[in-house]
């Protein structure tokens, strides 16, 4: 029998998971407070507590960090797809999903919106936008189906994260600020409908 202790690949995998997600734990934090563009690779290592050489070891560039965030961010807000959009419910019945679906999102990833508020052009970011209007253009599209320009404009308004976040910031309550929006927007598409008629 040989005296060699036996390598436990599992432990080391979970060593490893554990030093990722302390890292990125500690980005999200930096990236809160500075930004991502401002947060140094140095400062993430210092908050980790770990040495810089873990983090480059990890993530060999600043972007492949600020990728990893958005990532674990998209993976566990449980952004939304187009499909949860019945299109055989009435219109009502698909604004109103439309609002819940986008403000629970809102309200699941508050953080990561301080993030992009702070640093928006950053070019991750600037992806990850493109992806996130392009999945919510969708889903207005199955909710509104074949609505006119200025009531997708309008909308697009009531279900922006700065208006939910300007009537939750106002003491509304969040079920209450979907109702709110959901029953302008509703209004707006009725009007609009009146006026073609």
Do not use: C
Not at 26 to 53: C, Q, W
Not at 152 to 174: C, D, K, M, Y
Not at 184 to 193: I, Q
């Amino acid at each position: 029998m040989s005296g060699r202790r036996p390598y436990n690949l599992g432990k080391r995998q979970a060593s490893v998971d554990r030093t990722r997600r302390r890292i990125l734990d500690a980005a999200i934090l930096e990236y809160t407070e500075s930004g991502i563009g401002d947060t140094s690779m140095l400062a993430v290592a210092r908050r980790a507590d770990v040495a810089p050489g873990t983090v480059l070891y990890h993530y060999p560039t600043p972007d492949a960090l600020a990728e990893a965030v958005v990532e674990r961010w998209i993976s566990e807000m449980e952004a939304p797809s187009p499909e949860v959009i019945d299109v055989t419910a009435d219109l009502e019945d698909r604004v109103l999903g439309l609002v819940e679906e986008l403000y629970g999102l809102y309200e699941r990833s508050e953080q990561a919106y301080r993030v992009y508020q702070k640093d928006p052009r950053h070019p991750v970011l600037a992806r990850y936008e493109a992806w996130w209007f392009d999945n919510v253009r969708q889903m207005m599209s199955r909710a509104l189906g074949s609505s006119d320009v200025e009531s997708l404009q309008v909308v697009s308004v009531l279900v922006n994260p700065g208006f939910r976040g300007t009537l939750v910031e106002a003491g509304i309550a969040p079920r209450r600020a979907v109702e709110i929006a959901a029953g302008l927007a509703l209004d707006h598409l009725r009007r609009a409908a009146a006026d073609r008629s």
